[in-house]
């Protein structure tokens, strides 16, 4: 895709672009701001005007967007890392709980028997014989 087209893709679905950047966490959003102001320092060294509107247009949409985020209070997105880990963290306390139920099936514990209290000293039922 061309300058031209990315400039005009651009300003097409800023809307789009802004909420997809609200979603990120602030601190992306601030290392991404950094990155396009170094960008854009090497765009005026080079004098490349094209790159400079687009940078410039990218700029003001993530700044639009910390400032949507901040005054909406709206949460980060999870990435997929983060979505994975939770899904294999339940995933595996819920083999756990089927093994232990597997476990107390397979080796079900018996009550023992119980032993009645026997009276050694007491020789009173004997002195019937």
Same mark, same amino acid.
């Given at each position: ?7 005009? =893709? ?15 966490? =602030? ?20 004098? =490349?005007?094209?790159? #400079? ?22 949460? =980060? ?24 139920? #597997? ?8 009550? $023992? ?7 050694? $000293? ?8």
């Amino acid at each position: 895709m061309n300058k031209t087209a990315r400039i005009q =893709d651009c300003i097409n679905n800023h809307e789009t672009y802004v909420l997809m950047l609200a979603s990120m966490p =602030d601190k992306k959003l601030a290392e991404k701001l950094q990155t396009i102001h170094l960008q854009m320092a090497i765009a005026e060294q080079k004098k =490349d005007t094209g790159t #400079l509107e687009l940078l410039e247009i990218w700029r003001a949409q993530t700044i639009e967007a910390r400032t949507y985020k901040a005054e909406n209070n709206i949460a =980060d997105a999870p990435n997929e890392i983060e979505l994975a880990t939770a899904n294999i963290e339940t995933f595996v306390a819920e083999t756990e709980k089927r093994q232990e139920v #597997l476990n107390e099936y397979a080796n079900p514990t018996k009550p $023992g028997r119980r032993k009645t209290n026997t009276q050694t $000293g007491n020789n009173e039922q004997l002195s019937f014989f």
